[in-house]
């Protein structure tokens, strides 16, 4: 469980990137800051490796503030995966992977062996371990971020904008596999993004923020879509328009949902097995 | 045409051979004096380059040394120096002021190398728990080598030009042909001199020019061979 206690992180030109901000991450869910640029998200989940110090406020992981911790070991103890990969782009795809279990000292060829492993998790082919990141596609490069991220076997993973890159298909792709090594591996993931589908699908628990990273809603996607806020929240999920905004209309083979742009998007079935 | 011939046949003449200071013992000289230089403001400028770098404090000191040092005159920093330590250290007096002419490409090399890789990179290789000396060590340090060797490259050839002039204060280095052709009149021993140091400085450059491609990290290289 990560607790934000009344973050706040001011910078020395007197603008807050985050105001007197408190939040509760569940363990073993994922939790998605969503919100424009400005919102401070990447600012929020920068705190929780120590990337940025807060002004003011604590942050606890499981009960203990990370400030009484070496930030170094701290973010050893975090994957992240960051928006352009952030590889090294002189070292292979496998010593890459390897990176964080070289840095707390396992051996060579036992850490490269691990890293195969942590390959195969996220559904790269072994043939390019031997690869430089610059010879892979953009999804590929991602693929390996989040192998690198998770490498350690950390309990905590920070997502920024991960898929933020990459062309649409691919995207999609990533996030359906992100779905799968989630029920899979159970870790706590905060993913940062400012696509609401996104947040939507991937999120257990989805914190809209608006600038300054004030709350506008926290919730799970259907409390959100079911029942906005306020109207920030209602224009920002899109819940007047495009594919949230669906009619029912009727036709000879029974009723169907129909989406903003005239879309038929589905048929209405009676005592459906919907979760919520 | 007539006194290139005379050149040529001044550099390969028994009087450049064996007179009072035999060629191959003023190139060894010229180039003893031009390395020992270049090492000796590597050793000072490596370090300093790489912590402006990395740390991006002092980088306006950096620059403006940088700059500066293009206008400070080579002869008359030599001469200063020398009257300065005195003539009986001429050696040490020269030496100084070509590892003075030395440090600031070199200084720009190493902090420009080190500045110049990607800084979502280096975030990157402090998010995944790199310390500030691994960061340096493992990913800036290998990723800005290029530029450095770049650096070392326009001190040494800076060097080995300016080492001429030693032949004003000292009767080393291929300087003393020029300074003793010009008393003497002998216009090919001036040009024939002046030859050598030309190939001496094209050598190095291209010996430099092959290293700077040497050092470029193989998967950075990998991205020029594929998109090409």
Do not use: C
């Not at chain 1, 002004?55 to 960051?82: F, K, N």
């Not at chain 1, 993973?157 to 691919?170: R, T, W």
């Not at chain 2, 002092?58 to 005159?73: D, N, Q, T």
């Not at chain 2, 007096?93 to 500045?115: D, H, M, N, R």
Request: proline letters at 4%; zero cysteines; hydrophobic letters at 45%.
């Amino acid at each position: 469980m990560i607790e934000f206690r009344s973050v706040t992180k001011t910078y020395p030109d007197g603008t807050d990137a985050v105001a007197d901000f408190s939040l509760v991450v569940p363990a073993h869910t994922t939790t998605v800051l969503v919100g424009s640029s400005g919102s401070g998200k990447t600012t929020l989940l920068r705190m929780i490796n120590r990337m940025v110090e807060p002004t003011s406020g604590t942050i606890e992981i499981d009960g203990e503030s990370i400030a009484d911790r070496d930030p170094v070991r701290l973010r050893r103890s975090i994957g992240y995966v960051l928006q352009n990969g952030g590889l090294l782009p002189h070292h292979r795809v496998v010593d890459n992977v390897a990176t964080v279990l070289r840095l707390e000292g396992t051996p060579k060829n036992e850490a490269r062996q691990q890293a195969l492993e942590v390959l195969d998790v996220v559904g790269l082919d072994r043939r390019l371990a031997d690869r430089y990141p610059s010879q892979l596609s953009g999804g590929q490069q991602q693929r390996v971020g989040v192998a690198r991220a998770l490498a350690a076997d950390p309990n905590i993973l920070l997502m920024d904008e991960p898929f933020g890159a990459v062309d649409p298909i691919v995207r999609s792709e990533l996030q359906t596999e992100t779905l799968r090594l989630q029920q899979q591996l159970h870790k706590t993931i905060v993913f940062v993004t400012h696509d609401i589908d996104e947040a939507f699908l991937l999120g257990d628990q989805v914190v809209i923020l608006s600038t300054g990273a004030q709350v506008a809603q926290i919730g799970s996607p259907s409390e959100i879509i079911e029942n906005p806020a306020d109207d920030f929240v209602a224009s920002f999920i899109g819940a007047e328009r495009g594919a949230r905004a669906l009619h029912t209309k009727e036709t000879g083979h029974g009723t169907v949902l129909v989406d903003g742009t005239g879309r038929t998007q589905g048929r209405l079935v009676e005592g459906g097995q919907g979760a919520a | 045409m007539e006194l290139f011939a005379e050149a040529l046949a001044w550099i390969f003449s028994s009087d450049a051979q064996s007179g009072s200071l035999p060629l191959s013992e003023a190139i060894a000289t010229h180039l003893a004096f031009t390395f020992v230089s270049v090492l000796i403001a590597a050793a000072i400028a490596v370090p300093a380059g790489w912590v402006v770098g990395h740390t991006g404090r002092g980088r306006e000191a950096a620059v403006a040394l940088s700059g500066a040092a293009r206008a400070v005159p080579s002869f008359g920093l030599v001469l200063l120096l020398v009257l300065v330590f005195g003539v009986t250290h001429k050696v040490g007096a020269s030496t100084t002021a070509f590892v003075l002419l030395a440090i600031p490409p070199i200084l720009a090399g190493a902090y420009s190398g080190v500045e110049a890789v990607d800084r979502r990179v280096v975030d990157g290789a402090r998010a995944v728990g790199m310390t500030p000396r691994q960061v340096l060590g493992r990913v800036e340090i290998p990723l800005g080598l290029p530029l450095l060797i770049g650096g070392l490259r326009s001190a040494t050839l800076q060097v080995v030009a300016t080492v001429t002039l030693a032949g004003y204060v000292g009767s080393w280095g291929l300087g003393f042909y020029i300074v003793q052709g010009i008393q003497i009149r002998d216009f090919a021993q001036i040009l024939g001199a002046a030859l050598v140091i030309v190939v001496l400085a094209v050598l190095l450059d291209l010996l430099f020019a092959l290293l700077e491609r040497a050092v470029v990290p193989r998967g950075v290289r990998a991205r020029h061979e594929t998109s090409s």
